[in-house]
């Protein structure tokens, strides 16, 4: 699957259940009904998400998009479809750093996102331990997740769980998120 092209369709297909209609006239997208969203988000497991109307609009604009003999990876488009069904807000620069980001309100200095739950993260083995992590992220972020490197990431992370070989660790997804977390946390305490 070319990831470029799943980030572009996966921002367009966001932006038509969460913006306005004056947003997305001026962008060219149709509004997507609201029941999408509803949907996806009841959704607790990966094979709910590809039965709903939502996932297949979803589908059929990355499948339209790609070449004809082209790979698509169902459960990872299922995955992308049921973590920005919880993102309102497109908003940072990468996933990572959105959870290392601190709270300026609050004196403690912290994360946003404890340590111990951005490990539970980092160290998913199942698309729908992925679904639920990143739900769950979301959640704690205010709804608010940078929707084309959450997109890329996913597509990345079922990239590196279906080699045999694993690629070099400095280059893993979850390796870029440990990163960006640390860095976002070590950032706001300068």
Not at 46 to 64: K, N, P, Q, Y
Not at 135 to 151: C, D, K, S
Request: with cysteine; glycine share 6%; net charge positive.
């Amino acid at each position: 699957m070319n990831s470029k092209t799943v980030q572009e369709k996966a921002l367009r297909w966001w932006c038509s259940m969460v913006q306005s209609r004056d947003e997305l006239e001026k962008q060219g997208i149709r509004p997507a009904p609201t029941r999408y969203r509803a949907e996806l988000k009841r959704c607790a497991a990966v094979d709910d998400i590809v039965l709903t109307e939502g996932f297949r609009a979803l589908w059929f604009s990355v499948a339209d998009a790609q070449e004809p003999d082209a790979d698509l990876d169902v459960e990872c488009l299922a995955v992308i479809a049921g973590v920005l069904a919880y993102v309102a807000v497109n908003g940072g620069s990468s996933v990572g750093g959105a959870a290392g980001k601190v709270d300026k309100d609050k004196s403690s200095g912290k994360p946003l996102v404890s340590e111990q739950r951005f490990y539970k993260l980092l160290h998913v083995r199942s698309p729908n331990d992925l679904l639920r992590q990143l739900r769950r992220l979301a959640q704690q972020l205010g709804h608010t997740l940078p929707v084309e490197a959450v997109a890329a990431d996913i597509v990345k992370w079922f990239d590196e769980k279906r080699r045999l070989r694993p690629g070099r660790t400095d280059q893993r997804v979850v390796v870029r998120w440990a990163t960006d977390y640390f860095r976002a946390a070590a950032a706001a305490k300068k």
